[in-house]
């Protein structure tokens, strides 16, 4: 064994990893994640937290005798690296083989520029004043504004690649820029706090100005709430809210959660799930998209991918593995949370396009209901494998197509999918949120509402 001398670079330990496996006749795969990232949170107008970190990984996956090994290294040197090769395999050994386990050799993934100008111009006291105006114009933007607790500045540069004996090298890189602001604003007796976000891959593009005067309305829009009313109401779900919801019960549409029968949507590939106005995609290749990629955690190339396609479902997400086991081809949904984790499937940029007309039509054609613009507590209040959901939300009542009040929290309950069967028009403000996700507001006959009548009986 040559002598270790150290670390080697990022790049350099990809190749010794491919060449020790050539050498010992092994089947590897190589995920490899390198991320430097800036944080700044700021309070009466100073910096209260500031925060570097960088970090960077390989995870192995040795395939032999059908089965996967797998292990990981945060050391880049020659001895660590060759550790982390003995231990993919002793995994291996271990490890029951996989029906049509295999690595594959993809075509070429699309060319997509997702790191743009990048932040070698921008200086850290640019970085500083985007926090510090988030900050200073939501508290300057009303007087009822109280303070603003949560604020932030981040940024993120990072390199992904995919290494394997099947004959694959590919990276990209990626910048993500953003700022978020959530102000508290007090008014006879009430508090109410909104949050508004922004998302660029180019740093001249942020304007915290507007994001802290957007985040400022609509939290003063909460203020005067009454109590809601409990029954079943028509309601206009607005795109923020949708969005979440549909990150929300996203899974079902994993194939390997369909496999494993813990998704409502098994067995009904071709069927009626939702209303014909009802269109979902899945696509990482959007330029803009928060989860934009050329290829996944397998190297696969990512294409556009139909889920549901006037309400009838057409396809579910794939990776290598649950498309051999469904007879298919991988849709290049192959996900790792880090290099770290194991191999599953996830969404990239999920979506409904947006339809005709505004918000405010779909409130003018509704006349008196529920304007629901937000759900929290969905981790413990919706069961992904059945649709049906329980949360706390916030929202206005409507009265003749125009917005009469806001209201006091309140509850929904519902089924998703029953949801997505009861829209009757879709609005044209397809928003994508901090979820990822991406939605329009929606028209649906009915919901659900448990207002503080309710609420109170419950105590």
Request: glycine share 12%.
């Amino acid at each position: 064994m040559p002598e270790d001398k150290g670390p080697l670079s990022y790049a350099d330990a990809r190749a010794h990893l491919m060449k020790r496996a050539r050498e010992r006749g092994l089947s590897l795969e190589v995920y490899g994640e390198r991320v430097t990232a800036t944080t700044i949170q700021v309070f009466a107008d100073a910096v209260d937290e500031f925060k570097l970190s960088s970090q960077q990984g390989l995870g192995l996956r040795v395939l032999q005798g059908g089965a996967w090994g797998s292990s990981y290294t945060e050391n880049l040197s020659v001895s660590a690296l060759d550790r982390a090769l003995n231990s993919a395999v002793e995994n291996a050994d271990l490890s029951a083989p996989v029906p049509h386990a295999a690595l594959h050799a993809w075509g070429e993934p699309p060319e997509m520029d997702l790191h743009g100008e990048g932040m070698s111009g921008v200086s850290v006291e640019q970085k500083v004043n985007v926090a510090l105006t988030l900050e200073r114009a939501a508290r300057e933007a009303d007087p009822r504004v109280q303070s603003v607790p949560w604020n932030a500045y981040s940024d993120s540069e990072g390199l992904v690649s995919v290494d394997s004996t099947a004959g694959l090298n590919r990276e990209y890189r990626t910048l993500q820029a953003y700022g978020y602001v959530a102000p508290l604003v007090t008014e006879d007796g009430q508090s109410k706090m909104k949050m508004d976000f922004q998302f660029t891959r180019e740093f001249t593009q942020l304007d915290p100005g507007s994001t802290a005067l957007e985040a400022t309305r609509r939290a003063l829009a909460l203020l005067g709430a009454k109590p809601a009313p409990s029954g079943r109401f028509a309601t206009v779900i607005g795109a923020e809210c949708l969005s979440l919801l549909l990150s929300v019960f996203a899974g079902a549409f994993s194939a390997k959660q369909v496999q494993e029968g813990k998704s409502p949507l098994a067995g009904r590939l071709g069927q009626v799930v939702g209303s014909p106005l009802v269109t979902l995609l899945d696509d990482a290749t959007l330029p803009t998209g928060m989860q934009s990629r050329p290829f996944d955690a397998e190297g696969h190339p990512s294409v556009p991918v139909t889920l549901l396609e006037g309400g009838v479902l057409r396809s579910f997400l794939h990776n290598s593995e649950t498309a051999a086991q469904g007879g298919t081809q991988s849709t290049g949904h192959a996900s790792r949370s880090t290099y770290s984790g194991a191999v599953g499937v996830a969404p990239s940029n999920l979506y409904m396009p947006g339809g005709i007309g505004s918000r405010a039509d779909l409130l003018r054609l509704m006349g008196t209901g529920l304007l629901l613009t937000d759900v929290q507590g969905a981790h413990a209040g919706a069961n992904g494998v059945t649709g049906d959901f329980s949360l706390q939300a916030e929202g206005f009542w409507v009265e003749g197509g125009e917005v009469a009040y806001p209201l006091e929290v309140f509850t929904v309950a519902g089924n998703f999918w029953e949801l997505l069967s009861g829209v009757q028009a879709v609005a044209d403000d397809l928003t994508f949120t901090v979820y990822t996700s991406g939605a329009p507001s929606v028209l649906i006959g009915s919901l659900s509402v448990g207002g503080q009548d309710l609420q109170e009986g419950s105590d």
